[in-house]
């Protein structure tokens, strides 16, 4: 069998909560480690997940995207004896050197953690009798400060381990803990970026999007489901709800002044997506908007889009500039996908100059034009298409 240890940070800040919070977290690595077969066990301030062999890089790569963990490692169980874990480290550490890509390490350091205190020696002292292991075994210098090969020795009441490979999590807090967010997403490259960074703070994401066929064709709804497809390894299955557009997006053309239609649609949008939130339970909206960064993100325009909600619209981008969102874009998955080319419903029928300095009365003016405005963000919901996004972690 292999065995991981899961750590995590934030967690130990909830206090009272802290056992809700716990409970999320293992919930959702059962999801990406149970299909492999893996056995998820909670531990004193860790997790550990015991897997067949075979399938530690998947296990590597699936844990990379539970959310709630900072760093996990693949170990090596020992018994709670100084003999034994002075030679499990140094099997441990010529394994790690005969394995090192690129140029040998030159140094190493032995770090202990000892929770379970009824063992008898001290973490100083435990560090030091294993360091002299470990330098016996693979002849190299000890280096307390920057070592190349970090040997790690824990020592806790329910397992003791050794491990020389420590993974990055991806931080924040678990899916699930937060509650649930309608997410207004397009295929562009802000807004899959958003729900990447509300999943991160624990929100589950319940996206929808808006076309506007035939102007808009089967691809930008393809790139729309597989941006979904790529959060889902951090969010797990989910519903994608898809909103035509086109017939309220003419009647704005027709009936409105040109140079107020990208937040008059983005008004209605809201609208639809807050209808959407209230038929589902969700407790806010989010946006992938960013201050000032086009015409309809300026801060008049975002004051007048945001106030047709009575929800709360979440802005995580808002203080973001593109080079930003573009790297965390090509970090999580989404920038490939999004820089596919595709006609999006909001870029129809816009104006070579339009406002950005958008004032209620001008636009309830405008407004008044298309009718029972709340009646047609309801329409277009009624007829909205759902989509089922498989989880991807779903089988091994």
């Known amino acids: 069998m292999t065995l991981f240890i899961l750590r995590y940070g934030e967690l130990f800040l909830k206090g009272g909560n802290r056992p809700f919070f716990e409970r999320c977290l293992l919930h959702n690595v059962k999801r990406v480690m149970g299909p492999l077969g893996g056995r998820v066990t909670r531990l004193h301030g860790r997790v550990e997940v015991e897997l067949p062999e075979g399938h530690a890089e998947e296990a590597r790569d699936r844990l990379g995207h ?71 075994a693979i002849a190299l210098p000890a280096d307390l400060r920057r070592p190349d090969l970090l040997v790690e020795v824990e020592i806790g009441s329910q397992r003791t381990f050794v491990t020389t490979g420590r993974s990055p999590g991806p931080g924040g807090l678990p899916v699930g803990s937060a509650g649930p967010v309608q997410l207004l997403l397009s295929g562009g ?36 489901v597989d941006l979904c497809s790529r959060l889902a390894r951090y969010a797990g299955a989910m519903t994608l709800r898809i909103v035509r557009f086109t017939e309220v997006q003419l009647e704005i053309q ?9 937040v008059l649609y983005r008004r209605m949008m809201l609208r639809a997506a807050e209808l959407a939130a ?48 573009i790297d965390l874009a090509r970090r999580v998955g989404t920038y490939d996908i999004s820089v596919r080319p595709h006609v999006d419903c909001c870029s129809l029928f816009v104006p070579d100059h339009p406002e950005t300095g958008a004032t209620s009365d001008a636009v309830i003016e405008a407004e008044a034009r298309l009718g ?9 919901l009624d007829t909205s298409d759902l989509v089922q996004i498989s989880d991807p972690y779903a089988n091994p």
Do not use: H
């Open 189 to 224: 490259i802000d807004s899959p970026v958003a729900g990447y960074l509300l999943l991160k703070r624990g929100c589950t994401i319940r996206p929808i999007t808006f076309e506007s066929p035939p102007y808009t064709g089967e691809d930008a709804r393809t790139k729309v």
């Open 254 to 262: 027709r009936r409105c002044p040109p140079r107020l239609a990208v």
């Open 278 to 325: 209230r038929a589902e339970g969700a407790l806010a909206l989010a946006t992938g908007d960013s201050l000032a960064q086009v015409a309809s993100q300026t801060l008049e325009n975002l004051a007048c889009i945001g106030e047709v909600a009575c929800l709360p619209v979440l802005r995580p981008l808002v203080t973001f500039d593109k080079a930003e969102t």
């Open 372 to 380: 029972d405005v709340q009646a047609l963000a309801q329409q277009m």
């Open 66 to 136: 539970v959310f709630g963990l900072t760093s996990f490692s693949r170990v090596t169980p020992v018994k709670p004896d100084l003999d034994a874990l002075m030679a499990a480290a140094a099997a441990e550490a010529r394994a790690a050197v005969a394995a090192w890509s690129g140029a040998s390490p030159r140094t190493f350091k032995v770090e202990t953690r000892r929770s379970d205190k009824r063992f008898p020696m001290k973490s100083p002292d435990i560090s030091r009798a294993v360091g002299a292991a470990v330098g016996e």
